[in-house]
């Protein structure tokens, strides 16, 4: 492995993110015909096909594996050239991370904001936080958000803290809705706001406030965390959010907490792919690179906005997971 090309791993890199030999070659900014040589040269090398040439390509399983080796080889390089003090050559990956639509919403941003104004490339991906963990396994990124709380063999994991979520609607909903309150037996009548299909957050806070296993809820899809959030405001349905989100709008009385007392904890991880100053034992070099900043920085500003992380009685929840959790 240590043979390899550098290129020919950028080459991996760039078609996994792109999704196609025209675009992989713009962004490294060479020739089609040069990044399909430099994957033949490393397919030939390595005896396998590394890529099914379809429309969108995908990897194969050895691409995946070798995929991961080519994001680690970029972060080592790209810590390098900081610690010798240049600045990121042209064409450049960012450093790849994964997180869910409702960290993203409220505190990612602020947390990672000073890494980014200081020059740090950083690309964002959101998805459902089974597929996050599935994306660090396969080397799509290099760290996550997510509500699994076992690290992957070569990975560093570290609790960030625990998102409650708790069932909210407009005032104008409530009065029209349920000007008893929400009953057992409303729950098949009135709309619930859903995130999309993988979302079972609302199932979670029913099961929690009446005790009722796989209710039966009325779902009106609203794939966005802020317009999910605005949705609610509109009065569209009731919402099960993070009580972050929307505190400000529950003081100004623009939503209505319901059943203010039940709230569905979330725990929220941080993995990360350990390189080769963890790998080694070496302490200077263990939370020096881009990497382990972006990790630290996720820490602390997490631990700024969300409840302490849990002990043993919050593990069954971490298990569960939000519907938008990472990602």
């Not at 709008?249 to 059943?259: E, F, K, P």
Request: glycine share 10%; net charge positive.
């Amino acid at each position: 492995m240590n043979d390899l090309d550098p290129a020919a791993l950028d080459a991996l890199a760039a078609l996994a993110d792109e999704g196609s030999f025209e675009r992989a070659a713009q962004r490294l900014l060479v020739t089609q015909s040069a990044v399909s040589q430099r994957l033949r040269n490393l397919e030939g090398r390595l005896g396998r096909p590394l890529v099914v040439r379809s429309r969108p390509l995908r990897l194969t399983e050895a691409g995946k594996h070798l995929l991961r080796y080519a994001r680690q080889w970029q972060a080592l390089r790209a810590d390098i050239a900081r610690e010798l003090g240049a600045g990121p050559a042209s064409g450049t990956a960012p450093l790849r991370i994964a997180v869910n639509a409702d960290s993203l919403a409220t505190w990612v941003l602020p947390a990672l904001d000073p890494l980014v104004q200081a020059g740090l490339l950083i690309e964002l991906l959101v998805d459902d936080q089974d597929f996050t963990h599935d994306g660090l396994r396969e080397g799509a990124v290099l760290g996550c958000v997510s509500t699994v709380r076992e690290a992957l063999r070569g990975c560093r994991v570290v609790p960030l803290g625990v998102m409650p979520y708790v069932a909210v609607a407009s005032p104008g909903f409530v009065e029209r809705r349920l000007p008893r309150g929400l009953r057992p037996e409303d729950l098949a009548q009135v709309p619930f706001l859903v995130f999309n299909r993988k979302d079972d957050m609302q199932a979670l806070w029913v099961s929690a406030a009446f005790g009722l296993r796989q209710p039966r809820l009325q779902a009106r899809y609203v794939p966005s965390s802020e317009a999910y959030v605005h949705a609610a405001t509109m009065g569209w349905g009731i919402g099960v959010v993070p009580e972050l989100q929307v505190r400000a709008l529950l003081g100004a009385g623009r939503l209505v907490a319901l059943a203010p007392q039940v709230a569905v904890p979330v725990a929220l991880y941080w993995h990360e792919w350990r390189l080769d100053g963890e790998a080694t034992g070496d302490a200077a070099a263990q939370r020096g690179g881009a990497l382990a900043r972006i990790g630290d920085a996720l820490v602390q500003g997490a631990r700024g906005a969300l409840a302490a992380p849990p002990g043993r009685a919050g593990r069954r929840a971490a298990a569960s997971g939000p519907r938008h959790a990472g990602a």
